[in-house]
């Protein structure tokens, strides 16, 4: 009668496991937590009156894209904003554009617009300000990625959490648990001879 290779098909169990439950973690960090998926562009940018050209980025994905103004910290007083942007491809056409205008009381960011950009084409972002933006141009950045790309990854965590660890957990117990044996065999053997 033949005997099965059990501690070989429990090893293979074992790492399937394993495999299986770190999947999902590892695909949310990689794919969806890279920085390039969550915001293609943030170049610094000087909000003093006149023109600003980002440089050329590719979006990632053909979802709707947020296109924001941020800065580090928060106006000390109200600060008027006014600017029109337009998105524009490498051939020259314009994908988007839009106006803002708007007074920041206490924010430190202004979201210009949104728009749904073709993956894979190079863009670029051309702002016109029209008059100096008081107090904000010191750490400005000028910004474009899906909106809450990060609150993507922050709900898809706490699942590749749990499923790491009812699937991924077990499959590394019994890794261990057969590490375990096979050495205490191995030692068992060792003496006996």
Known sequence: MKKWPWNKILVWVGWLLLVVGVTPGAYILLRLGAPHHQKPLSVPVSLKRGEF????????SSGDYQVELNWDGIPARQTDVELDWKIEADNGSVIQHGAYSGIMRGANNAKLG????TAGQRQ??????HQDVEGT???AK???GPPEAA???SNALPFAAHWEAYVA??????LLVLLILGAIRRK????AS
């Open 53 to 60: 050209t980002s440089p050329y980025f590719t979006p990632g």
């Open 114 to 117: 949104q728009y749904r950009p």
């Open 124 to 129: 670029r972002i051309a702002l016109e300000i």
């Open 137 to 139: 141009s010191a750490n």
């Open 142 to 144: 000028l910004e474009a």
């Open 151 to 153: 609150l993507d990854v």
């Open 169 to 174: 957990g077990p499959g590394a117990i019994l």
């Open 188 to 191: 068992k053997s060792a003496a």
